[in-house]
């Protein structure tokens, strides 16, 4: 294999020719994550992994020939980690989807990296187990993908997020050798925390093929919501430090704001209040009367804080009814044009602060931002709206992107709290991060992946 | 400052002559950490550190002689993670105890890393907040000692290890530059998770002198215990994996053997179960119904399993009683001779298996060994006792810690769950991790620490 040269017929001598793509419509089809707005290029070729050694087979060519390589899961990542970059050759794992093992006395499952979160929550359940993260992707998005960004979602606020299931995986080193990272044990402190190192780490050290993952048991939960809608966003916000001082621990809290609210209700006609500057969700999943307590109580704070309006709810169909409006809040704005996602993380404190800045750079930069966070958890994702086609909007957008970064960090927070830094965090994960501790990572970085083929360009 | 002369002369220029001492019997007393069984040597200095600026002050000027520095808390590793090194500085954090900031709205708190666990345990609580970590060795070690072992303790099994409560750390590195990792945010997804490389890195990559650490809301909280005399381990190992597959998980579940009761016994005569072979001992705090509900379900997993006697209580007074003897038997076993002690991690359903296979080696090697287990977990300690003095049996002592490593190696376990691999596990880690891991290992601490003059020869 010539790095000049007929780069997918050499691949097709190392894998299954059905294996490997280079057709100028199916790279283009794998030029990019869900992140358009970030850079990309159309790679060289594409080809679907069916095994941890075929990954590494594809990967030792590449070294040898200085080739750059982009491991991609579902390519729903919204920071453009996935995106792939000049001369790259794209590994898809999306096609290693077995379900390896499930101990139900242990509590983990080995899986391969490509398969679906939901496919695998549905799996596990029927050993009684149960695997908590959820980004709002789930549905679509593959375990690797989840590992390789950290990913988040509704429930983080009260069960962490994918790195605190991640026990161990397989990996392939930039090198093309294949090594074993962490265990299956329950505990363990054996070298240093690579495992940890590798989660987050979007490609750019190693390539996840396979991950042993930390289950919980399935039963034990029930859920009960309640919803209630706020005048104001400083009158969500302070329901949201009561609930925290109070110290209940909500399985969600979730904000969405007026202008997610009327997207929805203009679309599905769902009869969501009018005049409500916000939505604030949360649902507790304690058993029996302490949860019944919770909801209690979260209700006489919502309306303490001067809530115009609770609903609550403790039956499955109910609570999800209640929580439709969330469900359909970035649908629903995805058709008003395309969707510049952010992901920016706050002290809990400083969500209605950072929701009135949000408020003034769109209107100062003129752009329609409708903002759902994980409330709970401080994490916002203002989503910023240009219509179609309108290039002059598209770049008002990426100033807003950017003067939002900027106003999260100077209220104490991070450039991203569960999509990555991939590309499009690349400026504000920087700043963040400061001029040695970049060094840190670029030391790192050379160490494990000396001749920079590991996804370049991408995570610090 | 020069390497061949007068360290300790030199290093009064930097600090205020209290923080350096070089006097014979003051360097033997900081020349080893609990593990008396590892090698160490008498170092050339030892200094205490006031703040960040003199760790970096006294790096600075180690590394730019070459002189080996090891950083150490309140020394009651148990794996020689802060043995001195020939020729090195020993650097203690242990005057670095200041509580710097509570945040109680966003459940985090920053603290030197000097300071005791304890101590932080009980002054969060006067805001209302709650440290989990609980290592044995809570009321006399400190958190940065924890953080550098990622200590685990006995609510492990419910609550996660240390660290799961790390947010974020100051660290001095290799060349006494000072760098913030981490975040004060509940998520966070930017750059690599050099927070938690850090965490059980023993020193050898940076030292932590500050750490922001996750809290969990203090109330809400109600501990039962259950606590079963079984006639053999296989009923008491039975009856773990009973409560694990019913989905209950407890706040501890901990197995005290027939050696361990014996010692107590006859130390303070609690009448404990004659006969027993082992005593299960479980809290759950579940409130209310549930927490009730949990107790009487592991009381009868407990009968069916074989118990030939359970307890049970409620009371904060009566849980404490229960506990007793676990809390007794390390310092039980203490009084019979030097304590060799192990720590392995297998799977929960290894674990009767595993307490054969140590009492095959107790018999085979000639050696008394008495073992504590976080059974819950599978993290066992084998506590292997030497007469004082007999240097046989310390010979004979050591050959059996490493046939027990080797057993756990062979039922899929980690050779250390929560003491560290310090110099103690150094031979059985190296095999766990193989070539090509051990490799990653030296390629990352050289590129973090080029001159080797952070804890050398320690972790891996």
């Given at each position: ?40 290029a159309r790679p060289r070729a594409v080809v679907f992994a069916g095994s941890t050694d ?136 054996t070298g240093y925390d690579l495992t940890a190192l590798m989660v987050g780490s979007e ?258």
């Open positions: 294999m010539r790095a000049e040269t007929d780069v997918a017929g050499a691949l097709r001598g190392l894998l299954r020719p059905d294996q490997v793509l280079d057709g100028p419509a199916q790279l283009d089809a794998y030029a990019h994550d869900d992140a358009e707005w970030a850079p990309y075929d990954v590494a087979a594809v990967v030792r060519a590449a070294a040898e020939h200085g080739i750059p390589v982009v491991a991609r899961g579902a390519g729903t990542g919204l920071s453009g980690g996935a995106n792939a970059v000049p001369g790259s050759i794209v590994i898809s794992l999306e096609r290693m989807t077995r379900l390896i093992e499930v101990d139900a006395a242990e509590r983990y499952a080995v899986v391969e990296a490509g398969m679906i979160n939901d496919e695998f929550r549905v799996a596990v359940a029927a050993h009684g187990l149960w695997y908590p993260p959820d980004p709002a992707s789930y549905r679509i998005s593959t375990l690797g993908g989840n590992a390789a960004t950290n990913a988040g979602g509704i429930c983080c606020v009260k069960y962490g997020v994918t790195r605190d299931y991640v026990l161990g995986m397989t990996v392939v080193l930039a090198d093309g050798e294949i090594v074993r990272l962490g265990r299956r044990t329950a505990k363990g402190a490609g750019t050290l190693g390539i996840i093929t396979e991950l042993t993952l930390k289950l919980l048991p399935l039963g034990g939960r029930e859920e009960r919501a309640v919803v209630g809608a706020f005048g104001s966003l400083e009158g969500a916000g302070a329901a949201v430090a009561a609930i925290s001082a109070a110290g209940i621990i909500p399985s969600a809290l979730e904000l969405i704001d007026e202008m997610c609210l009327r997207a929805v209700d203009e679309w599905q006609h769902l009869g969501l209040p009018h005049g409500a500057a916000a939505l604030l969700l949360a649902t507790v999943d304690d058993v029996g009367a302490v949860g019944a307590a919770a909801a209690a109580s979260i209700a006489s704070l919502m309306t303490e804080a001067g809530a115009l309006g609770i609903e609550q709810a403790a039956e499955p169909a109910e609570v999800d009814r209640l929580f439709l409006a969330r469900r359909l809040a970035y649908p629903a704005l995805e058709r008003l044009g395309p969707v510049l996602t952010e992901d920016i993380c706050v002290p809990r404190t400083a969500v209605p602060r950072m929701l009135g800045l949000i408020r003034e750079v769109a209107a100062r930069d003129d752009v329609v931002i409708a903002t759902i966070a994980h409330a709970g958890d401080g994490n916002l994702h203002p989503l910023i709206i240009a219509p179609e086609g309108d290039e002059a909007a598209k770049a008002r957008a990426k100033v807003a992107f950017d003067r939002i970064v900027e106003d999260c960090r100077m209220l104490g927070g991070t450039v991203t709290g569960e999509h990555g830094v991939g590309l499009l965090k690349l400026p504000g994960a920087r700043v963040e991060l400061g001029e040695r501790v970049l060094a840190m990572h670029r030391d790192i970085k050379a160490a494990l992946d000396p001749r920079d083929i590991l996804n370049p360009g991408k995570a610090f």
